[in-house]
């Protein structure tokens, strides 16, 4: 497949821009079909370990030795509340691209992208300790995040690849906005994120994150919602879309970026849904999480500290917004 590290071709020179239409296609027909095959061929096969995923995994291995990893808050570690079903259901999403371009194609669409924690976090602590209610439970009101072993950090990650999204998607029509841009000392709090994207009657809320699990974890997945109602927390009405949203997003991910599926958690899925999330219970609207990869491997560092991948990861991400607003 197209595991090839960071040196991977570009997508321009895969898919030169010929006309509009064709570009729209191209986008939505045959590399979202593409996109999952890719998918499906690395993480369908029943716990990642194709020969594929299997590959990936060797050479992280190798070229990753095992060092002491600093434990950083993160809510990105907490349980898993349920194991995600395979068989994403691969609809067409050419259905209803045939009546324009992606040039304007969104307009009237609203995107709201979470970059998640804020590079100013570290410094109020106190702040973001204190407790929020989060419908089904309480919960801190935001986390530093994690960073790299050479310290580059997830908050800074997070809204680099959110701004580039928006770029991406203000080209395309939407209406994007930011729970935060590198414009408030600290937070939002996560139930704020919520209401945020809630207030904005978002058609589709990605928060963006990278995690911190042990070295020799790799690869991204995309967090879903799971059922909850409870207080202010009441998700049922958006499970099912944040799940089309979220295998969307996972199929265009891999494609785009050529980045396997997490090789920790999800059973090599991408996939994987959780309860205990503020930002998610608290949203009445499609929303899912992204872990882009994860800071505390030395291989995936080397990805997620790019500029040129996170390029790559903000396109993906955002080529399966648009594969999921189109329907
Ligand atoms: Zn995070």
Known sequence: MSYVG??????????PRRGPLTVALAALVPGALLGWLVYEAVGGTGGGSGSSAGAVGAAASASAPASPTTPTRDDDKASVSAKPTL??????????????????????????IDPGHNPGNFQ??????????IGTNSKECDTTGTATNSGYEEAKFTLDVAQRMRTLLQRQGATVKLTQDGDRPYGPCVDERARLGNQAHADAVVSIHADGSAAGNRGFHVILPGGVH???ADTRTIVAPSRELGERVAGNFVRVTGTAPSNYIGDGSGLVTRTDLGGLNLSTVPKVFIECGNMRDSTDAALLTSGAWRQKAAQG??????????G
Not at 124 to 133: E, G, K, L, Q
């Open 6 to 15: 960071p040196d991977f071709e570009t997508s321009e020179s895969r898919r």
């Open 87 to 112: 068989a994403p259901s691969v609809s067409t999403p050419a259905a209803r691209s045939g009546s324009g371009s992606l040039k304007g194609g969104l307009t009237g669409k609203v995107i709201v």
């Open 124 to 133: 109020h602590t106190a702040a973001i300790n204190r407790t929020v209610d």
């Open 230 to 232: 409870a207080g202010a």
């Open 317 to 326: 991400i955002s080529e399966g917004i648009v594969s999921f607003l189109r």
